[in-house]
T-cell receptor, first 115, second 119 residues
Framework: EAGVAQSPRYKIIEKRQSVAFWCNPISGHATLYWYQQILGQGPKLLIQFQNNGVVDDSQLPKDRFSAERLKGVDSTLKIQPAKLEDSAVYLC?????????????FGPGTRLTVL | AQKITQTQPGMFVQEKEAVTLDCTYDTSDQSYGLFWYKQPSSGEMIFLIYQGSYDEQNATEGRYSLNFQKARKSANLVISASQLGDSAMYFCAMREGYAGGTSYGKLTFGQGTILTVHP
């Protein structure tokens, strides 16, 4: 079974530029998550989708971050304009459902450097 | 208050020895799940083991076991017979159950523990 796919793996941009990340979850997984992991810290949830609807985006900086999950499968996360503090690894995860027993499986992440 | 606390920034263990990584959590929910993930230098988060709050037995998965002490709110990971490939960052995470108005599914992670296995 294929895992969670993410691209690109690495991205370097200058501040105030825009950037987009792509995620393809495990086939059949209804729930998709985007996490931000700053160096030396644990991941922090940015947004959670159930199929193509947003369940939780309370920690998404909506003035600059946006995300969508068209057709309930692939998802894109966009940052516009980027700030220095956005330098982090962006992890996508998926799970079958969103119950407390459900395991989230993570992709390899996209490492973003903002100069 | 921190929901997940990992007090050991770094741990060292000799190859083939056992090691315990500490994790304490804070929740008022009755239904929750506890997870351990391994993150090698490549960056991917690898699921290791899961413990449900209602599970009476400690979870085990191969060389990994979870020492779950509910009253003390601790969920320590025990790795037996350490291998060089176990060197990585380890994260403890919790998912709280639905509690009226709060979405479930979100994992709250600790700060992580870097484990180094010496030959």
């Amino acid at each position: 079974e294929a895992g969670v796919a993410q691209s690109p793996r690495y991205k370097i941009i200058e501040k105030r530029q825009s950037v987009a990340f792509w995620c393809n979850p495990i086939s059949g997984h209804a729930t998709l998550y985007w996490y931000q992991q700053i160096l030396g810290q644990g991941p922090k949830l940015l947004i959670q989708f159930q199929n193509n609807g947003v369940v939780d985006d309370s920690q998404l900086p909506k003035d600059r971050f946006s995300a969508e999950r068209l057709k309930g499968v692939d998802s894109t996360l966009k940052i516009q304009p980027a700030k220095l503090e956005d330098s982090a690894v962006y992890l996508c995860a998926s799970s079958l459902a969103a119950t407390d027993t459900d395991t989230q499986y993570f992709g390899p992440g996209t490492r973003l450097t903002v100069l | 208050a921190q929901k997940i606390t990992q007090t050991q920034p770094g741990m060292f263990v000799q190859e083939k020895e056992a090691v315990t990584l500490d994790c304490t959590y804070d929740t008022s929910d009755q239904s929750y799940g506890l997870f351990w993930y391994k993150q090698p230098s490549s960056g991917e988060m690898i699921f290791l083991i899961y413990q449900g709050s209602y599970d009476e037995q400690n979870a085990t998965e191969g060389r990994y076991s979870l020492n779950f002490q509910k009253a003390r709110k601790s969920a320590n990971l025990v790795i037996s017979a350490s291998q060089l490939g176990d060197s990585a960052m380890y994260f403890c995470a919790m998912r709280e159950g639905y509690a009226g108005g709060t979405s479930y599914g979100k994992l709250t992670f600790g700060q992580g523990t870097i484990l180094t296995v010496h030959p």
